[in-house]
């Protein structure tokens, strides 16, 4: 454990005093990768932590309101999106044998534990968060996307925008007919009579 990390906090108050409680909020600048391939947290962006601290007879118990920016892209149109994230984390830091683990479960999750009277939240905050994230961000919920011809933005062309287009399949058909009917492309009436 890093005691620099302006994720950890010291509990030397808390430790082994089943009953008492703490609460603190924080600020703490967001790491660099608190995302997914499409949205998350912009690095160095404040994390606002409601934070209360209690000390249970098995270790301290943590649970915070945890709030976040978000800027990402919207998987259709591909806009800047600007949002927030808003998650509940709880968390046990166990003292050591508190808590009997089968050694043979190899699904058991890693039992956090205080350390040097203090317990780091990263672990917690973190997961919380990039659990949150949505993976398939949309700028608005009918977001029409982009066109596949042509790549403007459907949001903004409106129902008018369009294109003609031809099945691959039958392109050469179309193309040798196109070619066809401008060589037999009917003649007026008037020139009929100067032949």
């Not at 660099?32 to 409601?50: H, K």
């Not at 392109?171 to 020139?191: C, R």
Request: hydrophobic content about 40%.
């Amino acid at each position: 454990m890093d005691t620099r990390s302006p994720f950890v906090v010291g509990v030397h108050d808390l430790v082994r005093r089943p009953g008492a409680m703490r609460v603190k909020e924080l600020g703490i600048p967001a790491p660099a990768d608190l995302r997914n391939e499409v949205i998350g947290v912009p690095e160095g962006a404040e994390i606002a932590v409601d934070l209360r601290l209690e000390s249970v007879v098995e270790g301290v118990l943590a649970t915070a309101q945890v709030t976040a920016p978000l800027v990402g892209e919207c998987v259709r149109c591909l806009a800047t999106i600007e949002d927030e994230t808003d998650v509940e984390v709880t968390e046990l830091f166990a003292y050591p044998g508190a808590i009997q683990v089968d050694p043979e479960d190899t699904e058991a999750e890693e039992i956090a534990e205080p350390h040097e009277d203090a317990v780091d939240l990263e672990q917690a905050i973190r997961d919380a968060i990039v659990l949150d994230l949505p993976f398939q961000p949309r700028c608005r919920p009918d977001c029409a996307g982009l066109c596949p011809q042509c790549g403007t933005d459907l949001n903004a062309a409106g129902p008018e925008h369009s294109h003609d287009v031809v099945d691959a399949r039958w392109a050469a058909l179309v193309e040798a007919f196109g070619e066809a009917s401008a060589e037999t492309k009917p003649t007026t009436s008037g020139e009929e009579s100067d032949r």
